[in-house]
């Protein structure tokens, strides 16, 4: 079975920094595209960010500038640097991947980690 497991959330206060990571585990040959997405309360989920296999990147158009995605192939794992973070941030974080277990690529989601930031 594969698994999606985010780590990194908590309580930042505006203005500051903050970093999330999410690891993929299980019987995978190979990872490909990557991405980050949040749902705010009240709102519908939406795209922050995704990776491809070979590194290249695209961003949600309010957040370019502030926030950096990148992976480690090794390791199965995709990271997210949030800087110059504001209220409008605060949301459940949800990484998901394309993964090959046998020769079909799906699609898995994370459980979501909440990020709150606050003054």
């Known amino acids: 079975q594969v698994q999606l497991v985010e780590s990194g959330g908590g309580l930042v206060q505006v203005g500051g920094s903050h970093r999330l990571s999410c690891e993929a585990s299980g019987s995978i040959r190979r990872v490909n595209d990557m991405g980050w997405y949040r749902q705010a309360p009240g709102e519908q989920r939406e795209l922050v960010a995704t990776?491809?296999?070979?590194?290249?990147?695209n961003y949600a158009d309010s957040l370019k500038g502030r926030f950096t995605i990148s992976r480690d192939n090794a390791k199965n794992t995709v990271h997210l640097q949030m800087n110059s973070l504001k209220p409008e941030d605060t949301a459940v974080y949800y990484c998901?991947?394309?993964?090959?277990?046998?020769?079909?690529?799906?699609?898995?989601w994370g459980q979501g980690t909440q990020v709150t930031v606050s003054s």
């Open positions: 990776i491809t296999g070979g590194g290249s990147t």
């Open positions: 998901s991947a394309s993964i090959v277990m046998f020769a079909i690529a799906t699609q898995y």
